[in-house]
């Protein structure tokens, strides 16, 4: 059996604040820390098909998994 470990916390150094606005289907709006204007996101390519987001509707933007891609190789 496996004994549990207790480990202190440390004080919260950072806290992100954000806002975000639906716009219309899969397209959003994010206020971000540090950015003056909002992020634009939504999907595109293999993604749109993948949702059935159909062409009429699409305004291409990048996901949040792209965000989430370049954070990580960042």
Do not use: C, N
Not at 23 to 28: A, D, F, M, Q
Not at 51 to 74: F, M, N, R, S
């Amino acid at each position: 059996m496996l004994k549990q470990r207790r480990f202190a916390v440390s004080e919260v150094v950072y806290r992100s604040y954000v806002r975000l606005e639906r716009v219309k289907g899969p397209i959003r709006k994010a206020w971000l820390p540090a950015e003056r204007d909002p992020v634009i996101f939504g999907v595109h390519g293999a993604v749109a098909e993948h949702y059935k987001v159909q062409p009429k509707v699409l305004e291409p933007h990048a996901t949040t998994l792209d965000y989430i891609v370049a954070a990580a190789a960042g």
